[in-house]
């Protein structure tokens, strides 16, 4: 069984970086592409990077050119590098799974975390 676990959250003043991590237990193939979502409230779950399985990186608009997605390792898939942080940004962050390529509906991916919560202040 897939379990995805996040972490690197917090609170941060604009302008600010973060990195996300996302541990990763079951991922027997190293056929997945993985991606990052975030939820704010009130808002439906939207894209913000992916990386699919040939690592061809995807970014939403909004976060190209301050966001970097990498893969590292079995045990830690993925990451994602917060640069340049602006209060939009603050939103509950979760890391997702789904074999092959990526795609930006949520509802395409089989496996999630629980989220980590980035806040950014103004």
């Known amino acids: 069984q897939v379990r995805l676990s996040e972490s690197g959250g917090g609170l941060v003043q604009a302008g600010g970086s973060l990195k996300l991590s996302c541990a990763a237990s079951g991922l027997t193939e190293n056929d997945y592409a993985m991606a990052w979502f975030r939820q704010a409230p009130g808002k439906e779950r939207e894209f913000v990077a992916g990386i699919s399985w040939t690592n061809t990186e995807y970014y939403a608009d909004s976060v190209k050119g301050r966001f970097t997605i990498a893969r590292d390792n079995a045990k830690n898939p993925v990451s994602l590098q917060m640069n340049s942080l602006k209060p939009e940004d603050t939103a509950l962050y979760y890391c997702?799974?789904?074999?092959?390529?990526?795609?930006?509906?949520?509802?395409?991916?089989?496996?999630w975390g629980q989220g980590t919560q980035v806040t950014v202040s103004s």
């Open positions: 997702a799974g789904r074999r092959y390529n990526i795609n930006y509906d949520p509802k395409s991916y089989n496996y």
